[in-house]
């Protein structure tokens, strides 16, 4: 069998803050996933790092630059749709004061809200971790 072949998906995700806050958004319909919230990333390309996916994604789907200022995270999950590596970046505009375009539908949440929200499965560990360091 080719599985022994097989390898996960990576991807980049930023964990986007600003003052206890953090942005996130409900995946469009017709995604795997669909209506479910979601910090903004993406997978990597052939040859690109987590960290470089993690700042191209969030520049493509925020519409602003992003710093990456440390891995938090990095862990495999299985979903019945496929293997992923995901790779968790603490991040911050470049801007500090820049805000999505509010058409995007990002929204700010408090770091203890988070539970609040219908989240994929992989994203339990980072959130309980948002939410113990919250307070």
Known sequence: MAEAAETPKRIGIGLISREG???????????????VWEFPGGK??????????TVRE?????????AVERLRSR???????GWLELSYYDCRF??????????LGFVWVAAGDLPRYTFPGANEPIIAELVAESG
Do not use: K, T, W
């Open 21 to 35: 806050r953090y942005l996130i958004r409900q995946r469009p319909p017709g995604q795997i996933m669909a209506g």
């Open 44 to 53: 990597c390309e052939p040859g690109e790092s987590p960290e470089d996916a």
């Open 58 to 66: 969030c520049l493509e789907e925020v519409g602003l630059p992003v």
């Open 75 to 81: 862990f495999e999950h299985r979903y019945p749709h």
């Open 94 to 103: 470049v801007d500090p004061l820049a805000e999505p375009d509010p058409g």
